[in-house]
C-alpha cells in the first residue's frame, strides 16, 4: 500500500511517499518544501498536492507541541473500549470541556494507557487547509507518537528527534513532550530528572535522531552519553544514505505504524474522514443506477414479448371464428367455437368408423358359412371391435378364422369355450384399419 507522510514544521514541510508490502518496504519519493521567504502554507501544501498522484494513504504529522498526554490505568485489553470510556475516564480532569478535545489512546503496557488529545478546533483548521489545498489527508498525527517503529531503536530508551522527546519502555510510547530545539540541550536533562523524581525508572539510553539531534550530540551540550541512531543493516535500499535515514526514518515510522493499526488518528466522530465513503457511496450509486437500468430493460424486453403473444392469441381468435362462421354460417355466435369445432370433427369421425363396422360386419357374415351359429354381440369403441359369437365345434371356428383372410381387419381369435349341447363360443377382437370399407 502507498503511504503520503507529511510532517509539517516552523520551517519546512517533509514530505515522503512509501511502498509497504508485507515486510517490504520502498522509497518511492521524497521532498522538502521550505516555509522562509514568505511562502504560506498553505501554497506549500497546493506545492505537495501538485506533486502528488495515484491514490495514496495521506497521513498529516502537525507539530508535536499541539497535543497533550496523560497516563491513566483502566483494566481493559481493547483498545477500542479504552476509546469509548475515556472521555468519561476524563470528565473533570481536564481544564478544556471534552466536547472540544479530539482523543485517541496508545498502549503504555502493564495495564496503563496513554491518553492523547488535541484541540479539535486545531484538527479542522487543518483539515480544511489541505482540503483547500487539494491534498486531505485521511489519517491526522503526529510524528513522536510512531517513534516506537523507527528502524534500530533500542526497546529501552529515551529519544529526542528534534521536536520531541520521547520515552520508549519495552518499546512503546509512555511519554512524550514537544521540545523547542534551541532549548533542548537544557529541558532534556531537567525533564528526565523530573520524571525520575516522580518515581520513573530513568531509561538506560539515550538517542538521537533527526538533523537537530545531530547538531545536539555533535556540541556536546548533554551532561550525560548521547547516542546518534543510525541506519541499520539491510536498509540501504530504502534508504541510500545516512543523511536520508536521519530526515526520513521518522516519516517511514509513521508509515509502518499506520500499516500495523498501532497510530494514533485524531480524524475521529465529527472529524473523521468521509471522502472515502463519499467514493463508496458514489460508485453504490452508480451501481444502482445500472442496476434499475438492467431491471427496466428486462421489465421492457417482458413488455414486449407479451403484448407480442397477446396479438398473436388475438390473431388465432379471429381466424377460429372465421373458420366458424364459414363452416356454420347459420348459427349463432358460440361461446367456445374452438370446441364446438372439435365436437363435430369427432361427430364426423365417429359416423365413419360406424359406417367401415358395418362393413366389416356385413363381411364377416358372409364369411362365417353354416358352421357358425351365429354372431350375437359386438362392442365397437374407437376403431377397436370386439365380437361373441357360437359354433357347432371348435374345427368350425378354425375355418371361419382362416376365412378371415380377404378381410381388410386385423382380427384375432380370442377365448374358445364348449357348451354342454355339443357347441362351442368364441370371441374375436380387432382393430379397423384406415381407409376400411
Given at each position: 500500500?502507498?503511504y ?12 515522503a ?16 518544501v ?5 511562502l ?7 506545492q505537495?498536492?501538485a ?23 483502566l ?6 473500549k ?18 472540544e ?17 488535541a ?32 528502524l ?16 520508549l ?25 523530573a ?14 535522531t ?8 555533535e ?61 463508496i ?10 442496476a ?39 348459427r ?10 372439435k ?6 369421425a ?49 375355418y ?8 381388410r ?29
Open positions: 500500500m502507498d503520503l507522510v507529511l510532517q509539517i514544521e516552523k520551517k519546512r514541510i517533509t514530505v511517499r512509501f511502498n509497504i508490502s508485507g515486510r517490504t518496504s520502498e522509497l518511492a519519493g521524497a521532498s522538502t521550505g516555509l522562509e521567504d514568505g504560506a502554507l498553505g501554497e506549500a501544501l497546493e505537495v498536492a506533486g502528488a498522484s495515484g491514490n495514496p494513504r495521506v497521513i498529516l504529522c502537525l507539530p508535536p507541541e499541539m497535543f497533550a498526554m496523560r497516563t491513566v490505568s483494566p481493559l485489553d481493547d483498545l477500542r479504552v476509546r469509548e470510556v475515556l472521555p468519561a475516564y476524563l470528565q473533570g480532569e481536564l481544564s478544556l470541556p471534552l466536547d478535545l479530539a482523543l485517541d489512546v496508545l498502549s503504555a503496557g502493564n495495564g496503563a494507557y496513554l491518553a492523547l488529545w484541540k479539535k478546533s486545531d484538527i479542522r483548521a487543518a483539515i480544511e487547509l489541505c482540503r483547500a489545498a487539494g491534498i486531505e489527508p485521511q489519517v491526522i498525527t503526529s510524528l513522536p507518537f510512531a517513534n516506537s517503529f523507527i534500530g531503536v533500542p526497546q529501552e530508551c529515551a529519544l529526542y528527534d528534534g521536536n520531541a522527546l520521547t520515552i519502555n519495552s518499546g512503546r510510547l509512555s511519554f512524550f513532550r514537544a521540545l523547542d530545539p534551541s532549548s533542548a540541550a537544557t529541558t532534556i536533562p531537567a525533564t528526565l530528572s520524571l525520575e523524581l516522580a518515581g520513573a525508572q530513568p531509561p538506560p539510553r539515550f538517542c538521537l533527526g538533523f537537530e539531534s545531530e547538531l545536539l550530540a556540541s556536546g551540550s548533554l551532561p550525560f552519553a548521547a547516542e546518534l541512531l543510525q541506519a541499520p543493516d539491510g536498509t540501504g535500499n530504502l534508504f541510500k544514505n545516512e543523511q536520508t535515514f536521519q530526515q526520513l526514518g521518522g516519516l517511514h515510522a509513521v508509515a509502518l505504524a499506520s500499516q500495523a493499526g498501532a497510530l494514533p488518528d485524531f480524524r475521529r466522530g465529527e472529524l473523521s474522514w468521509t471522502a472515502g465513503d463519499a467514493k457511496q458514489k460508485k453504490l450509486l452508480l451501481t444502482g443506477v445500472l434499475a437500468l438492467v431491471l427496466i430493460a428486462l421489465f421492457a424486453g417482458k413488455g414486449l414479448q407479451y403484448r407480442t403473444v397477446n396479438a398473436d392469441l388475438l390473431s388465432l381468435n379471429k381466424s377460429i371464428s372465421d373458420l366458424y362462421r364459414e363452416i356454420f354460417p347459420n349463432a355466435k358460440a361461446v367456445d367455437e374452438l370446441a364446438e369445432v365436437g363435430e370433427i369427432k361427430k364426423l365417429g359416423a365413419e368408423n360406424s359406417s367401415g363396422y358395418l362393413d366389416l360386419l356385413k363381411k364377416l357374415a358372409e364369411a362365417k358359412g353354416n358352421t357358425i351359429n351365429g354372431l350375437y354381440e359386438a362392442e365397437a369403441e374407437g376403431r377397436n371391435l370386439r365380437l361373441n359369437g357360437d359354433a357347432r365345434s371348435a374345427l368350425a371356428v378354425n371361419f378364422t382362416a376365412a378371415r383372410a380377404p378381410l381387419a386385423w382380427l384375432e381369435l380370442g377365448e374358445v369355450k364348449s357348451r354342454p349341447v355339443g357347441m362351442v363360443t368364441f370371441s374375436l377382437t380387432g382393430t379397423l384399419r384406415e381407409g376400411s370399407k
